[in-house]
């Protein structure tokens, strides 16, 4: 008779019961709060700084599928609040704890034949009972249970390991991926273990823990991933989505791990939209079905309802007791499947440890480790010749960059580097979206090595701080005909540049934001006015006297002309440029202004509630911004270029908010632009502002770097 006992219930103790009444609640609500927050934030995501970002890391699906995204994020919360509700009101109902109004503590076939009856009142009721009821073909106690949850968990598997190699292939996080990939091999052998050890002799108890690992892991891929990864970013963005402090963006470091781990946080397809909700769904369906399958004992009658229930067993294992053919077939087939989840788990560990076992390079500044690969994964790979003990040449930078994956580079940092050849190598980083030279001074970048649209077609932005060039010539690496399509932003900041090709208009973009500071241009190139910079800054130049053309560009925007040898503006500016907005001249010795000045003058000061303007001497308290911080601006100006004549407004309201959130951000940090202002308390020069952005301290630099010497005293190869 031992046999005949094929309990359909987890019977609990009432205070059992009590605890996973009080689990399952807090779930419901953990989790439709965690859909509702991200139906929210998808809602007014378009109006937020974060939106900027994404679209400058092109993550994510485009702005107009938002309200999409959180239409599908709300329903999913609405589901599992649907689940509290009746969770609540059942257990008002009933006057103790309940799932739903309508629970019942009988099991077996008479509960079963209560429900049927009701349900036949209507054909709709009748077949929801057949499939629903919990011995109907989706119950958690029907004859197809094990091949139903087969398929459940083939496909909820399936998208696991898909998200665990994304991981693998996005987060830096190491214990994060390995907690993961633990979770989902874990899960794949409890399919063998459950099935086979784990409660053999107790049908109820084994399908109730199958569901509950499964439950466990849907709950990690459904929220428990970009929750930790939200959680790190916390004190980089306020409950706005806006951004804390606009110096974050320099952080290489930072920028790098943000363009890695949003794609595991924002939906970045439709395939990922439909495993999220596959996910929350899966949970929800898990949730139900593990309800059903607990029952609380009778408080005072629980040797009652074990023999009743025994009593049921009893007779419904007469009619089971010769199983049809299909049933063994089925068995059979339901333990070659469990056998292949746990090799699956196995394979997955394996690939894992593989992955981890790959060196970690000193030139990775952050390194991945995507499964299947033979070489290490750089998304941000440094350059740092004085650490590296290397001088630049050509033959050591290429050997370190062959000891990596070129192509998964997204970010470059070279620094510290009194000869920097660079190889051809260089062609071989088609993901490379941004380069950051350093203290270095460029021996050779030639054009087998330029940055090229067909070798880097994502390329967004040039940073150039601290750096000579030889002879003080533009490099052959910046002049390429094939120049890419997305790089707008150009920086040279404190370098020896002294005169750029008179052919620069025909490689370079036009509407680009340029900024050539604090170096050694005695004239305004007319290549730069004829590229029609949307931003042009020629700060701290020696530049004593400006072209009127200057000042006629239809583009732009912004003007910075400060730290220069200026004594007076031209005077025949006979069509001043309808959008330019902003001028800004600090330490400028001029004292008089030819009339076609007043319409720019009245022009900045009805837009100053926007952003404060500096004029000549402006007020102090409103310190103009940075040249740099015009940089965070490059990232979404390649989509203001492609899409100016359909997006025009929405650019200048975007402009409006970013320049008041840079306002107030740059009021708060107390950056100034001008080098040579009095340092007061909270204010910061400017070669300095410039180091702290690179992340790079005197004492790290060598003793013959650029920080220790005048720019014009080195020169290329000097050790």
């Not at 784990?198 to 709950?219: H, P, Q, T, V």
């Not at 110096?247 to 949003?262: P, T, V």
């Not at 100006?637 to 200048?652: C, F, K, P, S, T």
Request: aromatic content about 10%; glycine content about 4%; proline content about 5%.
């Amino acid at each position: 008779m031992a046999r005949a006992k094929l309990p359909e219930v987890v019977q609990l103790s009432s205070w059992a019961f009590a605890v996973w009444w009080t689990l399952f609640l807090i779930l419901h609500t953990v989790v439709s709060f965690y859909n509702a927050v991200y139906a929210y934030y998808y809602w007014i995501l378009h109006e937020s700084y974060v939106e900027v970002l994404l679209e400058a890391f092109y993550v994510g699906m485009p702005p107009e599928y938002h309200h999409t995204i959180s239409f599908v994020y709300a329903i999913m919360s609405g589901m599992h609040l649907v689940c509290i509700l009746l969770m609540i009101v059942g257990s008002v109902w009933q006057r103790s704890l309940a799932f739903t109004p309508w629970s019942t503590r009988k099991v077996g076939p008479h509960a079963s034949k209560i429900k049927v009856t009701r349900a036949k009142s209507t054909v709709v009721r009748n077949i929801y009972s057949k499939l629903s009821d919990r011995h109907g073909l989706f119950g958690v106690n029907g004859r197809y249970f094990h091949e139903i949850q087969l398929l459940r968990e083939i496909a909820e598997t399936s998208l696991q390991t898909l998200q665990a190699y994304r991981m693998s292939k996005f987060l830096p996080r190491t214990l994060l991926n390995r907690f993961y990939v633990v979770l989902l091999t874990v899960n794949c052998w409890s399919s063998v273990f459950v099935n086979s050890c784990i409660f053999k002799g107790n049908e109820a108890r084994r399908r109730f823990g199958s569901i509950a690992l499964d439950c466990a892991l849907d709950l990690v891929a459904c929220m428990g991933v970009e929750l930790i990864i939200v959680v790190s970013y916390s004190n980089d963005f306020d409950l706005n989505l806006d951004i804390s402090s606009y110096l974050i963006l320099f952080n290489n470091e930072w920028m790098a791990r943000a363009y890695n781990e949003f794609q595991m946080v924002v939906v970045v397809s439709w395939w990922d939209l439909v495993s999220r909700a596959t996910f929350s769904i899966g949970l929800l369906i898990g949730t139900t079905d593990m309800k059903d399958l607990l029952q609380r004992l009778p408080l005072n009658d629980n040797q009652v309802a074990q023999s009743t229930l025994t009593a049921v067993a009893v007779k419904d294992t007469k009619k089971m007791a010769q199983p049809p053919t299909g049933t063994l077939v089925s068995d059979k087939v339901i333990r070659t499947i469990n056998l292949g989840f746990g090799i699956w788990g196995a394979l997955v560990l394996a690939l894992h440890i593989h992955a981890s076992s790959q060196p970690t390079l000193p030139q990775c500044l952050m390194q991945v480790r995507p499964w299947a690969t033979s070489r290490p994964s750089c998304y941000l790979a440094g350059l740092d010749c004085h650490t590296l003990q290397i001088s630049g040449e050509i033959n050591e930078v290429d050997d370190l960059w062959s000891e990596f994956d070129t192509t998964t580079v997204v970010q470059m940092l070279i620094r510290h580097c009194p000869a920097l050849e660079v190889p051809n190598r260089f062609t071989e980083f088609h993901r490379l979206r941004e380069v950051k030279v350093y203290n270095t001074t460029i021996k050779d970048w030639g054009e087998s090595a330029a940055i090229t649209n067909t070798n880097h077609p994502e390329f967004t932005g040039l940073y150039l701080i601290r750096v000579n060039m030889t002879d003080g010539v533009l490099p052959a690496g910046f002049q390429s005909t094939d120049f890419p399509q997305l790089l707008y932003c150009i920086e040279l900041s404190i370098t020896n540049l002294r005169e750029l090709p008179v052919d620069l208009d025909t490689k370079w973009l036009l509407g680009s934001l340029i900024a050539i500071e604090y170096s050694q241009l005695s004239v305004v190139p007319l290549a730069v006015v004829r590229l029609q910079p949307y931003y042009l800054s020629l700060t701290g130049n020696p530049i004593t006297e400006l072209p009127p053309e200057i000042f006629e560009i239809d583009v732009m925007e912004i003007l910075c002309i400060s730290n220069m040898n200026l004594r007076e503006l031209p005077r025949n500016v006979t069509n001043l440029s309808d959008s330019l907005r902003w001028v800004f001249m600090l330490h400028a010795d001029i004292s008089f202004f030819w009339s076609w000045a007043d319409e720019l003058v009245e022009r900045m000061e009805g837009a100053q509630a926007t952003m404060p303007s500096v004029l000549a001497e402006g007020p102090r308290e409103s310190p103009p911004p940075h040249a740099s911080s015009a940089i965070s601006r490059c990232r979404t100006h390649a989509d203001r270029i492609e899409h100016r004549n359909q997006m025009d407004q929405v650019r200048r309201e975007r402009d409006a908010a970013w320049h008041r959130n840079m306002r107030n951000g740059r009021e708060r940090d107390g950056l100034v632009e001008d080098p040579e202002q009095s340092e007061e308390p909270g204010q910061v020069e400017e070669s300095e502002l410039l180091e702290r952005l690179l992340q790079v301290s005197d004492d790290d630099a060598p003793a013959n770097a650029l920080v220790d010497s005048e720019i014009d005293d080195y020169t290329p190869g000097e050790e």
